[in-house]
Each structure stands twice: as structure tokens, then as C-alpha cells.
């Protein structure tokens, strides 16, 4: 009995050990980040110029925001970043369920997300802009859209803004929507002609556009802004206030400016922004 109660002791302080010497867990992401701790930072991985899957990590302009504002976060030294591919239609159920800790993902803030996830910045904003073939004259303005065929993007509402009257729209024009998994697809759905446009911020468009190397064109006809956010867990309101802070700072010094003259000077159309958006507030 004394050997067994023995091994029974034995197996108990294994088991302690164990669990003491398991994954650290944090109030908010501010204290991960600041304990050097990795995070898993959910980008897109399909959108050219933004987050583009290359080797073994993404490029683009979200994906340079997230280490710079990551590394302002850690008193001005790089943070471990894992990165995670965050779609359109799954941002929300990934900060939820704890897969990735913070978003940099063309993440437009709007009422209907607020009540589900906490939003640091805007970083910057874009503004909602349409694509067509280089060769097609038809369509010259949102107006024109009527009777055409749009993509439709899953988890995306961009759509909205031109089938939809306000609020939840904007534009109200009947236009035929298609069906798409991603913005890739969008665009190679266009490419092959079984779409008349494709219609989100013009900052993705760009993207495309740039890859493309002349094949589509951007109007240049902006009819909304998007304010870019940085997604986190409902309710880290440390994370936010940090998270612009940095973002204010990347803006003072120049940073942000650099970043989008690197992913998106020189493209026809497209008017950068100047100057820092005013942040939305943490809640």
C-alpha cells in the first residue's frame, strides 16, 4: 500500500508539473506581446500589395502595418509574429475562438462588427471603387452598373453598397450579383468574362490591378470610405488603447506614408491617403 500510495504521489506531482509548465494566458494581447510572447496575426493571404502568401509568409501593406505596429508595442523591438490566413467570412469566429490574437485583414470597421469584435485605429482609409477589363466602355461610374453582372464575395459587404438602399447600402442600383469565395476568385471570374465588375475598397483593387499588369483598370470613382481596423477579441480595450497609440506614432514619424507610397504609388486612379484618420474609440 505504502508503494502504491507512493506512485500515486509521484503521478500527482507529474501532473502539477505539467500544468504549471503549460502555455502562459494573458489578460490582453498589449501584455503577450510585451512578455515576448508569439502572436498569431491573421492577414489575408490572396490580396496583392496587402497580404500575399509568399514562401513562407505573407507581403503587403497590412502585413507591414502589423509589424510596425506590433513592434511599437514592444517599446520599439520586433515582436514573434505566427502568421494565420484570416478570410473575409471568417474574421470575426477566429478572434472569437482565440485562433489568431489580432487582425490586419483590409477590416473595414462598421456598427454591425463592432458588436462583435473590439477595433483599434483606423490606419488608414480606403474607399469602395470599381474594377472592369481594360477594354470594356461601358462602364465609367457606379451608376452604370445597373443591369450588370458584380461579384459577390463571401463574408464581404462591399456588394451591399451598390445593390442596397441606406443604411445598409448605399447606392441601391439593380445590378446581378455572383457569387465568389474570395477576391481571387472575383478577379479571375472577371478575367474570364463572367462578371461585368468587380467592386470593393480601391486599395484592393489597386492590388490586383498592379498584378495584373494592364489587363483591368480602376474608375477612380470612390463612393464611400472604409476605415481600415485592427481586429481584436471583444473587449480588449488595453489592446486598443495601445494599438493607437502606435498607430498615431507610425503616422507622425513618416512610417505610414512610406508604407503606402511602397505598395501603392504610382497606380492610376488611386489617391493615397495624407493624413491619419481620427481613431474610433475602444469599446
Same mark, same amino acid.
Given at each position: 500500500?505504502?508503494?502504491?500510495?507512493?506512485?500515486?504521489?509521484?503521478?500527482?506531482?507529474?501532473?502539477?508539473?505539467?500544468?504549471?509548465?503549460?502555455? $502562459?494566458? #494573458?489578460? *490582453?494581447?498589449?501584455?503577450?506581446?510585451?512578455?515576448?510572447?508569439?502572436?498569431?496575426?491573421?492577414?489575408?493571404?490572396? &490580396?496583392? !500589395?496587402?497580404?500575399?502568401?509568399?514562401g513562407s509568409e505573407?507581403?503587403?501593406?497590412?502585413?507591414?502595418?502589423?509589424?510596425? =505596429?506590433?513592434?511599437?508595442? /514592444?517599446?520599439?523591438?520586433?515582436?514573434?509574429?505566427?502568421?494565420?490566413? *484570416?478570410?473575409?467570412? /471568417?474574421?470575426?469566429?477566429?478572434? &472569437? /475562438?482565440?485562433?489568431?490574437?489580432?487582425?490586419?485583414?483590409? #477590416?473595414?470597421?462598421?456598427?454591425?462588427?463592432?458588436?462583435?469584435? !473590439?477595433?483599434?485605429?483606423? #490606419?488608414?482609409?480606403?474607399? &469602395?471603387?470599381?474594377? =472592369?477589363?481594360?477594354?470594356?466602355? *461601358?462602364? /465609367?461610374?457606379?451608376?452604370?452598373?445597373?443591369?450588370?453582372?458584380?461579384?459577390?464575395?463571401?463574408?464581404?459587404?462591399?456588394?451591399?453598397? =451598390?445593390?442596397?438602399?441606406?443604411?445598409?447600402?448605399?447606392?441601391?442600383?439593380?445590378?446581378?450579383?455572383?457569387?465568389?469565395?474570395n477576391y481571387s476568385?472575383?478577379?479571375?471570374?472577371?478575367?474570364?468574362?463572367? %462578371?461585368?465588375?468587380?467592386?470593393?475598397?480601391?486599395?484592393?483593387?489597386?492590388?490586383?490591378?498592379?498584378?495584373?499588369?494592364?489587363?483591368?483598370?480602376?474608375?477612380?470613382?470612390?463612393?464611400?470610405?472604409?476605415?481600415?481596423?485592427?481586429?481584436?477579441?471583444?473587449?480588449?480595450?488595453?489592446?486598443?488603447?495601445?494599438?493607437?497609440?502606435?498607430?498615431?506614432?507610425?503616422?507622425?514619424?513618416?512610417?505610414? $506614408? &512610406?508604407?503606402?507610397?511602397?505598395?501603392?504609388?504610382?497606380?492610376?486612379?488611386?489617391? %493615397?491617403?495624407?493624413?491619419?484618420?481620427?481613431?474610433?474609440?475602444? !469599446?
Open positions: 500500500m505504502r508503494r502504491l500510495g507512493a506512485v500515486v504521489t509521484a503521478a500527482g506531482m507529474l501532473a502539477a508539473l505539467a500544468a504549471c509548465g503549460g502555455d $502562459k494566458t #494573458y489578460a *490582453s494581447v498589449v501584455e503577450k506581446v510585451q512578455d515576448g510572447g508569439k502572436i498569431v496575426v491573421g492577414t489575408k493571404w490572396d &490580396q496583392p !500589395s496587402l497580404g500575399l502568401k509568399k505573407p507581403e503587403g501593406f497590412d502585413v507591414d502595418v502589423a509589424k510596425a =505596429v506590433l513592434k511599437e508595442m /514592444n517599446g520599439g523591438k520586433d515582436a514573434q509574429i505566427e502568421w494565420k490566413e *484570416s478570410a473575409s467570412s /471568417n474574421r470575426e469566429p477566429f478572434l &472569437q /475562438n482565440g485562433t489568431v490574437d489580432i487582425i490586419f485583414a483590409t #477590416y473595414s470597421i462598421t456598427e454591425e462588427r463592432k458588436a462583435k469584435v !473590439s477595433f483599434g485605429g483606423p #490606419y488608414v482609409i480606403a474607399h &469602395q471603387d470599381i474594377m =472592369v477589363r481594360k477594354d470594356d466602355a *461601358s462602364i /465609367n461610374a457606379p451608376q452604370d452598373l445597373k443591369g450588370k453582372k458584380i461579384c459577390k464575395a463571401a463574408g464581404s459587404n462591399s456588394y451591399k453598397r =451598390v445593390t442596397d438602399p441606406p443604411p445598409d447600402g448605399k447606392l441601391d442600383i439593380d445590378a446581378t450579383t455572383v457569387d465568389a469565395a476568385e472575383c478577379v479571375q471570374k472577371l478575367s474570364g468574362s463572367n %462578371l461585368d465588375a468587380v467592386t470593393t475598397d480601391d486599395l484592393i483593387l489597386a492590388g490586383f490591378a498592379k498584378q495584373a499588369g494592364g489587363n483591368f483598370k480602376v474608375l477612380g470613382q470612390g463612393f464611400t470610405d472604409e476605415k481600415y481596423g485592427i481586429g481584436l477579441k471583444k473587449g480588449d480595450s488595453k489592446t486598443c488603447e495601445a494599438v493607437n497609440t502606435a498607430v498615431k506614432k507610425l503616422w507622425e514619424n513618416g512610417t505610414m $506614408k &512610406q508604407l503606402l507610397e511602397k505598395w501603392f504609388g504610382g497606380i492610376q486612379g488611386l489617391k %493615397l491617403s495624407e493624413t491619419a484618420p481620427p481613431a474610433e474609440g475602444c !469599446s
